[in-house]
């Protein structure tokens, strides 16, 4: 439609211009933040030590990375990190093996479990602030990498091509201040958000509708694995359904669905209405538990990977 409307040389309404410039910044500034971040994660942590190097983008040093991971990753380590996208950034920072640090037993977790799920943040909101309290560099990070995958997200679970004034100021804030918690310049940020609509030909719109599609596969391949995100990957779906997707993208996406549901398995464990889910998928298990309290009737749940 927006094609169309390019075609036809109507003029962008302000929330379409929004979205085109977040899904500029989303696309093309979040992954270059993520790269720097990258290898200064990767330079602090192995650079300086033997039998290690430097991140120089070369195929040894990938090899390392793979090595680091456990020899399996879903990031694709054969290719140039020039070439991975947010989706694989977050998973060579956040979920990676090679960054992960001791809990408080002594259990090595990655940044994500450590910093991340103690916020236990509903969908769709964002951290408050994405500053460690205690000064802690690995929390930081982590946090504002988080903040910059939720914006992603954000970006993915859009129903419509628009977004108000007041949600693209949230936007702009949050990717600024999580810009600058990982140390890289926020002026990439700023100049995209004052671009105007004559910066956004029908050959750049034609680009960036292309870049989110692709974005949103990604993001889906990912949620697959992870498996316990089928309420996350349904909600992509309505999102979906609500804009613009082509059927078959729709089709693809409810099979999917369908089949993480279908390895589902409930069992009746005590008495209690005390309900066990075991879910496997693509080496990633997830066993979630919920127990009723005969007295209240409330239910608690506990999920353990």
């Known amino acids: 439609m927006l094609i169309q409307q390019r075609m036809s040389l109507q003029p962008f309404q302000d929330e379409q211009l929004n979205y085109f410039k977040f899904a500029s910044i989303v696309l093309n500034e979040f992954p270059k933040a993520l790269r720097h971040t990258f290898i200064s994660m990767w ?3 192995f650079g300086h030590r033997p ?4 991140w120089d983008d070369s195929i040894a040093v990938r090899n390392l ?3 680091t991971e456990g020899g399996t990753t879903k990031v694709p380590t054969n290719s140039s990190y020039e070439e991975w996208d947010c989706t694989a950034l977050f998973q ?3 979920y990676a093996r090679s960054f992960a640090l001791p809990d408080s037993k002594g259990h090595q977790r990655t940044l994500s479990d450590l ?5 236990k943040l509903a969908h769709g909101i964002f951290h408050a602030s994405v500053v460690s309290p205690g000064g802690n560099r690995a929390e930081t990070f982590a946090l504002a990498i988080d903040q910059l995958r939720m914006l992603r997200n954000s970006l993915c679970h859009s129903s419509s091509s628009e977004i108000g004034k007041p949600t693209f100021g949230q936007f702009m804030q949050h990717a600024k201040d999580a810009f600058k918690a990982l140390g890289v310049k926020a002026d990439p940020i700023d100049v995209i958000s004052g671009l105007a609509e004559s910066d956004f030909p029908t050959k750049e719109v034609r680009r960036l509708e292309q870049a989110i599609k692709d974005e949103t596969k990604a993001y889906v391949k990912f949620l697959e694995g992870v498996s316990s995100d089928i309420d996350e990957l349904r909600s992509l779906l309505t999102a979906m359904k609500e804009g613009s997707a082509s059927k078959e993208d729709i089709v693809t996406l409810e099979r ?8 589902v398995s409930p069992t009746r464990d005590e008495p209690g209405n005390n309900l066990i889910l075991s879910l496997e998928s693509n080496g990633f298990y997830v066993s979630a538990s919920k127990n009723t309290d ?4 409330n239910s608690k749940f506990k999920t353990t990977c």
């Open 65 to 67: 990375f793979l090595t």
């Open 92 to 94: 060579a920072t956040i």
């Open 51 to 54: 039998g290690f190097q430097p």
């Open 256 to 263: 999917k669905i369908d089949d993480l549901t279908a390895k």
């Open 294 to 297: 005969p007295a209240t009737g």
């Open 115 to 119: 910093y991340v799920k103690p916020h």
């Open 43 to 45: 330079d602090n942590t």
